[in-house]
């Protein structure tokens, strides 16, 4: 019964993603363009209303579902791993016009070809682990 | 019901997702699509042998339900709530694509000429979704993170090494459809 919310979360997040069309190749083609305001206005809405989520958080000390006191980790500090990790992934999110979510999304949506692109990024998950302590951060 | 088959408005959509974030935060977890990759790297049983595969990977089943629930929601909203004039892009978009010699969207998510079914019998084709996939998974782990993670739910709490990522995603995406994309397609 505890998993239920974390489905409805998933089926909105899905649901929203598809119609939003953020899950189309075209879309992040055109976003890479600058032809369109969509996904720049998608990204900067999404996160003014987390900006705003959070500080409400913070300021009123929010408990979560369990009654814990919520604490948003911080990213590690770092510098390479950001620059070289991000931009191989913009090549990648380019070139197949999905990030991990929507290669979900889509191979639920029943676009089989998409299974190509999680087997690549299962494979490359699966490199990074193996060659981690080999890569400078 | 036309208000749900059109194209969803970019604010509504992103207030959406950003609750989606705050939900999960909410429920004690956080919001991160790329971590799920190593959720099913381990569940192969690797981390015997591959010490990053050697954590505490249960504790992300919640996070694999989250998946569920997103290709559930994927397949509710590609076949009961889409209709012919969605993904109308900039005309000028695809006045390049054509150029490019990729197909006009007309209602479809995505292209024929890389997703479409003649690309099994493409080997370059094939390859070049297995490369970017590889890309993807390979980047957003080193980068610790995707659009989720980095993106949204990092620059929503002001954290400056997801912004060094983000500034990454967008470097990497201009060269590769600027640069790359006129040599391979």
Same mark, same amino acid.
């Given at each position: 019964m505890?998993l239920?919310k974390?489905?409805?979360v998933g089926?909105v997040f899905?649901?929203?993603?598809?119609?939003?069309e953020?899950?189309?190749?075209?879309r992040?083609y055109?976003m890479? +363009?600058f032809?369109?305001f969509?996904m720049?206005?998608?990204?900067?809405t999404?996160?003014?209303?987390?900006v705003?989520g959070? +500080?409400?958080?913070?300021r009123?000390?929010?408990k979560d579902i369990?009654?814990?006191l919520?604490?948003?980790?911080?990213?590690e500090?770092?510098?390479?791993?950001?620059?070289i990790g991000?931009?191989?992934?913009?090549?990648?999110?380019?070139?197949v016009?999905?990030?991990?979510?929507p290669i979900?999304i889509?191979?639920g949506?029943g676009?089989?070809s998409?299974?190509?692109?999680?087997?690549?990024?299962l494979f490359?998950?699966?490199?990074?682990?193996?060659f981690?302590?080999?890569l400078p951060? | 019901?036309n208000f749900l088959t059109?194209t969803?408005?970019w604010s509504?959509?992103?207030?959406?997702?950003?609750?989606?974030m705050?939900?999960?935060?909410?429920?004690?977890k956080?919001?991160g699509m790329?971590t799920?990759?190593?959720?099913?790297?381990?569940l192969?049983g690797?981390?015997?042998?591959?010490?990053f595969f050697?954590?505490?990977?249960?504790?992300?089943r919640?996070?694999l339900?989250?998946?569920?629930?997103?290709?559930v929601g994927?397949?509710?909203?590609?076949h009961?709530l889409?209709?012919?004039?969605?993904?109308s892009i900039?005309?000028?978009?695809?006045?390049k694509?054509?150029?490019?010699?990729?197909?006009?969207?007309?209602g479809?998510?995505?292209?024929d000429a890389?997703?479409?079914?003649d !690309?099994?019998?493409s080997?370059?084709?094939?390859?070049?979704?297995?490369?970017g996939?590889?890309? !993807?998974?390979?980047g957003?782990?080193?980068?610790g993170g995707?659009t989720s993670?980095?993106?949204i739910?990092?620059?929503?709490n002001?954290?400056?090494p997801?912004?060094?990522a983000? !500034?990454?995603?967008f470097i990497?995406g201009?060269?590769m459809?600027?640069?790359?994309?006129p040599?391979i397609?």
């Amino acid at each position: 019964m505890n998993l239920i919310k974390y489905l409805l979360v998933g089926f909105v997040f899905g649901v929203v993603l598809t119609k939003a069309e953020a899950v189309s190749w075209y879309r992040i083609y055109e976003m890479f +363009q600058f032809d369109s305001f969509h996904m720049y206005g998608i990204i900067m809405t999404a996160i003014i209303t987390g900006v705003i989520g959070i +500080q409400i958080i913070k300021r009123f000390n929010i408990k979560d579902i369990k009654g814990f006191l919520i604490e948003i980790l911080g990213k590690e500090r770092g510098t390479f791993r950001y620059w070289i990790g991000g931009l191989i992934f913009g090549l990648g999110w380019a070139l197949v016009g999905s990030c991990p979510g929507p290669i979900y999304i889509l191979i639920g949506a029943g676009f089989m070809s998409v299974g190509f692109v999680l087997f690549g990024a299962l494979f490359g998950t699966f490199i990074y682990g193996y060659f981690k302590d080999k890569l400078p951060h | 019901m036309n208000f749900l088959t059109q194209t969803w408005h970019w604010s509504i959509s992103g207030f959406l997702i950003g609750m989606v974030m705050l939900c999960l935060i909410y429920f004690g977890k956080n919001f991160g699509m790329s971590t799920n990759l190593r959720t099913l790297c381990s569940l192969t049983g690797i981390g015997k042998r591959v010490s990053f595969f050697n954590w505490d990977w249960k504790s992300q089943r919640w996070n694999l339900v989250v998946v569920a629930g997103a290709m559930v929601g994927g397949y509710v909203a590609v076949h009961f709530l889409s209709n012919a004039t969605n993904v109308s892009i900039n005309p000028f978009t695809i006045l390049k694509l054509q150029k490019l010699g990729i197909d006009a969207p007309n209602g479809k998510l995505i292209p024929d000429a890389i997703f479409g079914s003649d !690309i099994f019998y493409s080997p370059k084709k094939i390859f070049l979704l297995v490369f970017g996939g590889f890309l !993807i998974g390979f980047g957003s782990r080193y980068a610790g993170g995707c659009t989720s993670g980095h993106a949204i739910s990092g620059l929503s709490n002001f954290q400056f090494p997801s912004l060094k990522a983000v !500034i990454g995603f967008f470097i990497g995406g201009l060269i590769m459809v600027n640069f790359i994309f006129p040599l391979i397609f």
